[in-house]
């Protein structure tokens, strides 16, 4: 093998060990995560892909994309579904949002794809957390979870409190913080696999493609359109950037260099020109904007935009 392919092979690898800490913002503890041995296979999915929203695609009703996994008319379905409640967001939909833009994100090549992959075991933390919740035997408990669970089990036998009474623990944010700083399974000071932390996680990254796709709606009277490489860098930069180490922030601006150009995106979500893409993505920018500011408050109301 030569040089060229050695080094190749190590940065292959480098990303797809980095990858998986994209949304952690620290080496150490993702280390410490590795070594527990978080088993993310066959998840139990409590909160389903759906979010059952009958009617809530009358905002804007699109067509199915064809020959395309990601559909964005499912993406706006959800975020409109996850606002149903006045200043709340619900957890399902919301969690169905993140289903669709994982998709999206698998779309853009394999690189970006490594994203994905920690974003599903976020979705994936807080959906096992419900089923905990709701004392269901299917709940896959990895370690930090049996924690999470002793903890709740303790809380409820102090409090003499039925199982039954927190059935509906996990149905939005608001309720989800309530429950969880009743129990005490949120720490302040150190990190756990708590729903809270693990919210706060995928809060970040919205607000980072949010500004991606806001920034891929923009059409300059002047000059040629930038491409979404850059892009994607530049909101990076203003988001994420600022929570991880050096080592992922040099990660993440390798896979962005192989994100695909303008082009694919019109194929991704069914449009001729830049003028359709953007009448399109204002849409979703709107939505997810809704979503991530509700979201926003209600970690502000509990101060937990910091939590470790």
């Known amino acids: 093998m030569g040089v060229k392919r050695k080094a190749a092979a190590a940065i292959l690898v480098l990303l797809l060990f980095l990858g ?75 969690l169905s949002s993140w289903d669709e833009l994982v998709r999206f994100m698998e779309a853009l090549g394999p690189m970006v794809g490594l994203i994905s992959k920690e974003i599903e075991t976020k979705t994936s933390i807080i959906r096992q957390l419900a089923l905990l919740s709701e004392g269901n035997p299917e709940a ?58 693990t919210l706060l996680r995928l809060h970040r990254a919205l607000l980072w493609l949010k500004l991606f796709l806001e920034k891929l709606a923009e059409t300059p009277v002047t000059g040629r359109l930038r491409t979404p490489s850059d892009l994607c860098r530049e909101a990076y930069k ?10 992922v922030r040099k990660a993440a601006e390798l896979a962005f260099i192989a994100m695909p150009e303008r082009g694919f995106f019109y194929r991704l979500v069914c449009v001729q020109d830049q003028e359709e893409m953007s009448s399109m993505l204002r849409r979703v920018v709107q939505a997810i904007g809704e979503v991530y500011d509700r979201t926003e408050k209600a970690l502000e109301d509990n101060d937990m935009l910091n939590l470790p």
């Open 238 to 247: 203003s988001t994420l950037a600022k929570h991880h180490t050096w080592f």
């Open 140 to 197: 896959e408990l990895g370690p930090d979870l049996n924690s999470i669970n002793s903890a709740i089990t303790e809380a409820g036998t102090k409090n003499n409190v039925k199982a039954s009474e927190h059935v509906d623990a996990y149905r939005s944010v608001r309720s989800m913080i309530l429950v969880e700083l009743d129990r005490g399974v949120v720490d302040f000071n150190h990190q756990t696999d708590s729903g809270c932390r």
């Open 20 to 94: 998986s800490m994209w949304l952690q913002g620290g080496l150490d503890y993702q280390w410490d995560s590795c070594l527990k041995g978080y088993n993310q296979e066959n998840k139990i999915h409590q909160l389903s892909n759906s979010s059952g929203a009958d009617g809530a695609e009358g905002l804007w009703v699109l067509d199915e994309c064809p020959g395309q996994t990601f559909q964005v008319s499912l993406l706006l379905t959800h975020l409109s579904a996850a606002q149903a409640d006045t200043s709340d967001v619900l957890l399902q939909p919301y």
